[in-house]
Every structure is written in C-alpha cells, then in structure tokens.
C-alpha cells in the first residue's frame, strides 16, 4: 500500500510511476478522498469542541439559576453528541474508501527498471552455462509415458485437469529435489526453514498484496480460510503487526509447501503438463530488512536462485523485468530462466523481487531503530 503523505507531497511523480506500468492516473482520486475525509475529521473535532465548551457551561448556567440557558446548553451538547457520531461515521466511511482505493493500486517500479510492454521488453542481465546440443529431438515431460512415474491420465481421473500424480523414481526425484533447496538455503546462505500453515485468513492475503485485487485466483475454504497460492503469505506475515528491533534484521526464511492456485483467466495458456497447476509445491524464500539494505538482500536472493541450478548443471539466463510485465506487489523484479530442451527455448523457473515497504505498510510490519528513534516500515523480499 501506498504512503498517502508521499501522494499529496508529488501527485505527478504518482501518476507517472502508475503510468509507466500502463495504468491510469490516481492521484486526483486519491486526493479527493482523502481530504473528504480530512474534512469530515475536522469537522467532527470541532464540533467535538463545541460540545466540550457547551458541557462546561451547562453546570455554570444552572448554579447561576438561568433556566433557559442551562435548557438551550443541554440541547446544544445533545445535538453536537449526534452531529459527532454523524461526522465520525462519514469519516471512517472515507477512510474505508481510501483505504480500498489504496489497496488496489500496484506497486511503483524502482527507476532502473526498464520500461516495456511484455516479456519481449525483459533486460537480459546474465547468462550462466551453454545449452546442450543433442543428436536427437529433446521431448517435453508431458511427453513421457505414465510408466516413467509422471502420470497425468491419472490425475485427471482424481481431481480434473491441471493436476499430477508422481510415481517411484520421478517422486523421489522430486521429494529430493525440494530436500535439495532446503539444504542448500539453510546450511548455505542462513535462511531459516520454516514449516507454515498452507490455510490463512483474509489479513495474511491482505498483506501480501493477494487480496482484495487476486481474489478469483485462489481458493477459498467454506468457512472463509485461504489456501495459500505460496508461502510468500505465510512467511511475510510472520511479521505482521509487530515491531521487529534493527538488530535482528535481516529476517531471512524458507518453507518447503504446497501451493494452490485457481489459475483465473489462463485457460488455453502454458497449460500442458505441470505448468500452471492448481495444486504444486514449491520451496520459498523471504527476507525482511532494514530499508537501506533491501536492493542489497535482493542482489543476494537472486544469487542463492542462481546458485541452486548452477549447483544442478541447469544453463539459465537471469532477466530485469520491465514494467509491463512485473507483477502488483514489486518494485524490481529478475526472473531466472532455465534453459528447457523440449522447448528449445529459456523458460522462467524462479522470480525474485522486492517490494519495499509496500507490503509492510499494508500488515502494519515495523521495526525499531538502534538509537531509538521512530520506528520505521520494514522492507519484504520474495524468491
């Protein structure tokens, strides 16, 4: 969420950061909101004034004998009683609405971040390893029959499309795979493993910038629990509404879930095989740092990506996303894509980002300087 102060300070460097991700101007909206609702609080403290002084008068004006004064006070603090509760109501009315305005805008691209459309526009930063060449055509993994252990006929059959069932060696293959990143993260690069709920309520997704906009693409239990779509959720809102001391930043964690995704509006697109699942697991990481130091953490995540299919033999290439295609909660973005025969072509397998404070000023995520001075919105990494 956005700084309102930052808004009414440089309305125009708003509304051209929103115009460099494409969208529309905000800032006179914004505004008109928030000094409604301005308006509203200032009035209901004046009136609240009114009524204090009035109260004040009401006990001289009956010891003085002035019955009609003492009646016209009476009825004066009664009226502002109501002309206050009126104002108050009308101001968390405006509140409620900016706030709702707020949450919905997008994140603001960092200035180095290249501007473009799509994925055609991503800045190529790096490439790691040369692309085997083959003596014979390289086949997707959709492509393997059911007996090599990756079974989507199967699958079909349990839960629909979009599913899969791993069987023997690719399961193991699997299960080593994510045992793999966790070692690696963990004993390597100091993230901690953390295990999560994979059900949250509506303030986790909230915080995570899932809700109110990406609603349609999660699941949601009958009795109002999410099914998280990553642990990004949960490991970010380990910090929600606290204040952490500077000293023990950064926070860096990992979590090995499962992960649940409706996939809304991706009908037709990158759906064969295990791509855009409804249900997947993935290994996550999160750090949460001083300002200062958060572009820092994020050269350093996107190293611990890099590092893990280095360490695999996977040739990758690792891209700047441009604007056009970074996603809601990020200010920066590199993707990291791995080179797939089947496809002959650099597919994304890891995206790292940084937020800044935008997701922390949304859970109320702060931390405590080391000279006790004000407290401070914390910023939040995802990889």
């Known amino acids: 969420m ?15 950061g929103l115009a460099r991700l494409g969208a529309a101007a905000a800032s006179g909206e914004v505004l ?20 204090n002084a009035a109260s004040k008068q009401v006990g ?9 004064e003492f009646q016209r006070l009476r009825a004066l603090v009664a009226a502002k009683k109501d002309e206050i509760a009126s104002l108050e109501d009308e101001a968390k009315a405006l509140d409620a609405q900016l706030t709702d305005m707020l949450l919905g805008l997008p994140n603001l691209p960092l200035p180095d971040v290249p501007d473009g459309k799509d994925e055609n526009d991503n800045l190529e930063i790096r490439r790691w390893g040369a692309p085997r060449v083959f003596d014979f055509r390289p086949v997707e993994h959709f492509e393997l029959a059911a007996a090599k252990g990756m079974d989507f006929e199967t699958a079909a059959k349990l839960s629909g499309s979009r599913f899969v069932l791993l069987r023997g060696a690719m399961a193991r293959l699997h299960r080593a795979l994510a045992q793999f990143m966790l070692d690696v993260q963990t004993g390597e690069n100091g993230l901690t493993e953390t295990i999560t709920p994979v059900l949250v309520r509506d303030e ?16 949601r239990t009958t009795n109002g629990w999410w099914l998280i779509p990553t642990s990004e959720v949960t490991l970010t809102n380990t910090v929600r509404e606290s204040i952490v001391d500077e000293a023990d930043l950064p926070l860096r964690m990992c979590a090995h879930t499962l992960c649940f995704r409706s996939e809304a509006g991706s009908a037709g697109k990158d759906t064969a095989g295990m791509l855009r699942q409804h249900q997947f697991e993935k290994v996550e990481m999160v750090s949460i740092t001083h300002p200062e130091k958060s572009l820092e953490e994020h050269a350093r995540m996107t190293r611990c990506a890099e590092g893990v299919l280095e360490r695999l033999g996977l040739p990758y290439r690792t891209v700047v996303l441009c604007t056009g295609d970074m996603g809601f909660g990020a200010k920066k973005t590199h993707d990291i894509e791995v080179w797939l025969p089947g496809q002959d072509a650099y597919r994304e397998i890891s995206s790292v980002s940084v937020c800044g404070d935008f997701q922390a ?12 001075g004000r407290h401070a919105f914390v910023h939040t990494l995802n990889g």
């Open 361 to 372: 000023r949304r859970m109320n995520a702060r931390f405590r300087p080391w000279d006790g």
């Open 204 to 219: 986790a997704m909230v915080g995570t910038n899932q809700l109110p906009k990406f609603a349609e693409d999660s699941y």
């Open 32 to 51: 008109a909101l928030d000094e409604a609702r301005r308006a509203a609080i200032g009035r209901a403290e004046a009136a609240q004034a009114e009524r």
């Open 60 to 68: 001289a004006a009956k010891a003085a004998g002035d019955e009609a």
């Open 2 to 16: 956005h700084d309102i102060r930052l808004i009414r300070e440089n309305p125009e460097a708003f509304d051209a």
